[in-house]
């Protein structure tokens, strides 16, 4: 069975950082590619960034505008999201995916997902 657990989500104020973390069992990230979207009250989920299996990075820039940073420790099992800079408009729950064969953006493509955590920014 595949778990995708997120963590390292919370309330910080503009201009803070934080680091998500995805730690997955059952499912081997660097054999996959994997992604964090996200969803802001009253919005549609977002994608956010990818890395691929080979470790290629890709991002929603006019999200990410320079600030985000994923990444992956490989005998952790884990992809982490690194946010600085973060502003009220990051305010959002951020969900980690995997197991897309593609490094994509296209949340369909992804058939495993974690429970979400919240990132809150105050200004």
């Known amino acids: 069975q595949v778990q995708l657990l997120e963590s390292g989500g919370g309330a910080v104020q503009t201009g803070e950082s934080l680091t998500l973390s995805c730690a997955a069992s059952?499912?081997?990230?660097?054999?996959?590619?994997t992604a964090w979207f996200r969803q802001a009250p009253g919005k549609q989920r977002s994608y956010v960034a990818v890395?691929?299996?080979?470790?290629?990075?890709?991002y929603n820039r006019d999200a990410v505008k320079g600030r985000f940073t994923i990444s992956r420790d490989n005998p952790k099992n884990t992809v982490y999201l690194h946010m600085n800079n973060l502003t009220p408009e990051d305010t959002a729950t951020y969900y980690c995916?995997?197991?897309?064969?593609?490094?994509?953006?296209?949340?369909?493509?992804?058939?495993?997902w974690g429970q979400g955590t919240q990132v809150t920014v105050s200004s």
């Open positions: 059952g499912l081997t990230l660097s054999n996959t590619n």
């Open positions: 890395i691929a299996r080979g470790g290629s990075l890709m």
């Open positions: 995916a995997g197991g897309a064969v593609t490094a994509t953006a296209a949340e369909d493509e992804y058939p495993h």
